[in-house]
């Protein structure tokens, strides 16, 4: 007998993670799968993105390519750098995404973070979310250059002149480091990492299955409380 996932108010979901990681567009898929795994007892769920930089010193536009990037800022070897990219293509080809290094333009994200605050005003962050992360990873767009970002705002029906303005006045850099400093205090050093209704944490891009158990576990929690 399947179980009635009976919540009253939506299960919220935190996620820290960075537009550059690669393992972060995995785990939205995942997420996604866990939650459609569910199907018709699936609880209505809440997810808000938060910023976390992976590498903050990287310069808006960085001359190399990804295996270059990987192997100066890890410290290892270019043939191991192009394995670690062949792993996660791979991985990511089995989550439905089509990752292309070869076209990938690395960059900072604190533009692209900023934007998502300013997308989250608007009603818009997890649309903006998507679309950053397929124009980063499969379109070989430049997420750290402003005009490209606001032409990416606009795809998700945000307004240009606005996006480009907060842009510009960096309206939103204070949000985007008040979420790096919530993720020290929770101890998170690596993306993506999922909260659960503020009670469990999940670290990495684990299998769908893995969100199925946990959404499952705290509508439980939740039924149970209400008895």
């Excluded at 990037?69 to 394995?83: C, N, S, T, Y």
């Amino acid at each position: 007998m399947a179980l009635a996932l009976t919540v009253t108010t939506p299960i919220k979901i935190d996620i820290w993670s960075d537009i550059a990681c690669p393992w972060c567009y995995i785990g939205k898929r995942h997420l996604e799968g866990g939650i459609a795994a569910l199907g018709a007892d699936a609880p209505d769920v809440e997810i808000e993105y938060h910023s976390f930089e992976l590498a903050p010193d990287t310069p808006v536009d960085f001359e190399g390519s990804e295996v270059d990037f990987l192997a100066g800022h890890k410290g290892i070897p270019v043939e191991q750098a192009r394995e670690m990219i062949e792993r996660v293509t791979g991985v990511a080809a089995q989550a439905g995404l089509d990752y292309d290094y070869d076209a990938l333009q690395h960059t900072k994200t604190l533009k692209a973070h900023e934007l998502l605050h300013f997308a989250k005003e608007h009603g818009r962050q997890l649309e903006l979310s998507e679309r950053l992360f397929r124009a980063y990873f499969t379109e070989g767009r430049h997420v750290g250059r402003p005009e490209e970002l606001v032409e990416l705002a606009v795809e998700v029906g945000l307004d240009a002149d606005a996006a480009r303005d907060a842009l510009r006045t960096g309206r939103y850099a204070a949000a985007v480091e008040a979420d790096i400093a919530q993720a020290g205090a929770y101890g998170i050093n690596g993306v993506p990492f999922f909260v659960f209704d503020g009670k469990y944490g999940v670290s990495g891009a684990q299998p769908a299955q893995v969100f199925s158990q946990v959404l499952a576990q705290l509508a439980g929690e939740r039924d149970g409380a209400a008895a």
